[in-house]
T-cell receptor, first 118, second 111 residues
Framework: GAVVSQHPSRVICKSGTSVKIECRSL??????MFWYRQFPKQSLMLMAT?????????EQGVEKDKFLINHASLTLSTLTVTSAHPEDSSFYIC??????????????FGPGTRLTVL | KQEVTQIPAALSVPEGENLVLNCSFT??????LQWFRQDPGKGLTSLLL?????REQTSGRLNASLDKSSGRSTLYIAASQPGDSATYLC??????????FGKGTMLLVSP
């Protein structure tokens, strides 16, 4: 299957700092990547859809100025949590959409990034 | 708005049992359904993708079925093993590209 990586896998930062998380598709090109957030014992909640070369589309309730998304190439999307606060502590997962064999919308997920804001 | 429900929320079984995980969705106008596995603190691993034109898909000891008209899917795991212990999530498309996830079934298979 398609491989998606995330970096870093874990980050601890002080309140007020900014944190950048990278999502890469390793063996395919992804025109669309997605960013999800998962709180403990909860399911994944979509934060935003990232399209290469254009602005991200944010879900209702997600602050676009706080969660900056850049999709500069077909293999890389970044999520920057600006001025992080303890309530931003969560598990952030990205995914990339693959179109192959006429199958649409199959998504492959990265391993996730655990963010802890002190 | 699409809603996905998974039952049971948690399941604990001894090794070797066959088991069924259930997923239901409110909007049956889907074009596929995907089952994932998530290990603690890890990302998601795609297990099976069923297209709306298909009734089931099989991969090894896993078999997933889809009944669009009733808004249901089941994931059947044969001869369960301790290594199958994980949270299993089902997801359906909402709109063009996004996915709506259920809350998952946490499975524990004891030796």
């Amino acid at each position: 299957g398609a491989v998606v990586s995330q970096h870093p896998s874990r980050v601890i930062c002080k309140s007020g700092t900014s944190v950048k998380i990278e999502c890469r598709s390793l063996d395919f090109q992804a025109t669309t990547m997605f960013w999800y957030r998962q709180f403990p014992k909860q399911s994944l909640m979509l934060m935003a859809t990232s399209n290469e070369g254009s602005k991200a589309t944010y879900e209702q309730g997600v602050e676009k100025d706080k969660f900056l998304i850049n999709h500069a190439s077909l293999t890389l999307s970044t999520l920057t949590v600006t001025s992080a606060h303890p309530e931003d502590s969560s598990f952030y997962i990205c995914s990339a959409r693959v179109i192959r064999d006429s199958v649409d919308n199959e998504q492959f997920f990265g391993p996730g990034t655990r963010l802890t804001v002190l | 708005k699409q809603e996905v429900t998974q039952i049971p929320a948690a399941l604990s079984v001894p090794e070797g049992e066959n088991l069924v995980l259930n997923c239901s969705f409110t909007d049956s106008a889907i074009y596929n359904l995907q089952w994932f596995r998530q290990d603690p603190g890890k990302g998601l691993t795609s297990l099976l993708l069923i297209q709306s034109s298909q009734r089931e898909q099989t991969s090894g000891r896993l078999n997933a079925s889809l009944d669009k008209s009733s808004g249901r899917s089941t994931l059947y795991i044969a001869a369960s093993q301790p290594g199958d212990s994980a949270t299993y999530l089902c997801a359906v498309p909402s709109g063009y590209s996004t996915l709506t996830f259920g809350k998952g079934t946490m499975l524990l298979v004891s030796p």
